[in-house]
């Protein structure tokens, strides 16, 4: 059995759909939830990594996703350091967040199974730890853009 460390990283309040789909994922698998509140996402995706160290896994999750109850299973089942699922911005003009290798857009409807890419959006996203064990923070750079000032 594997030590599994489930992080949240949240505003104040979490969706009421998030916390239904918490609840049965912590039925369906062993694991010890952390939640740090804040406005500093990477900060906060940072301490939670930290707080994990000790684990096998660390599954982050944001606080507004909706996932099975068996997302551990079906993630760990790939046998990835780092594994996701892809999904769209809630935006009325939403898109895909993963990029691929070559920098473009993961379209995943109609996929199905794994594939490789270069940049993965963290809202469900399984970790094993081991792999990072040895990567110093900050882990999560946000570069600023000062065309946009974001």
Known sequence: MHKLA???PSGFQWFAGFGYCLANLTKHS????FNLQGSNLLY???TLLDMAKDYDYALCLDSDMLFPPNVVDRLIKHDKDIVCAN???KKPSARWLALGLDGQVCDSREKTGIEEVGRIPFGVTLIKMSAIKDIPSPRFLFPWNTATGR
């Open 30 to 33: 062993q694991g010890d939830v």
């Open 6 to 8: 489930i992080l949240i």
């Open 44 to 46: 906060l995706r940072e």
């Open 87 to 89: 999904y769209v911005t």
